[in-house]
């Protein structure tokens, strides 16, 4: 199983950046796919989850600026638009897909970096 984590960057605080995760390789059900977030010196973070029926979940810090959307009934293709983003934003984020059954697979990261 691949997962293939895409769309970080550098921006100022305010911008936007897209985040891209694709999941290929493997025949099991996905139960829920999403992002988690970890800053230096700080533990990861949920930032924003999608289940099999669409719902959403999203961070407190984060809600009302970052959408998650999934490109197929199946949650193997999701995108997370950063809006808004704040300097407490950087960090490195994660893609995570949950199987119905089954052990999670992370993503390799990527680093979203936001200048003040």
């Known amino acids: 199983v691949q997962l293939q984590a895409s769309g970080g960057g550098l921006v100022q605080a305010g911008g936007s950046l897209r985040l891209s995760c694709a999941v290929s390789?493997?025949?099991?059900?996905?139960?829920?796919i999403g992002w988690y977030r970890q800053a230096p010196g700080k533990q990861r973070e949920s930032v924003a989850i999608?289940?099999?029926?669409?719902?959403?979940?999203y961070a407190d810090s984060v809600n009302g600026r970052f959408t998650i959307s999934s490109d197929n009934a199946e949650n193997t293709a999701v995108n997370l638009q950063m809006n808004s983003l704040k300097p407490e934003d950087t960090a490195v984020y994660y893609c995570?897909?949950?199987?119905?059954?089954?052990?999670?697979?992370w993503g390799q990261g990527t680093q979203v970096t936001v200048s003040s």
């Open positions: 999608i289940g099999s029926g669409g719902r959403t979940i």
């Open positions: 390789g493997g025949t099991f059900t996905i139960n829920a």
């Open positions: 995570l897909v949950v199987p119905r059954i089954g052990s999670d697979y």
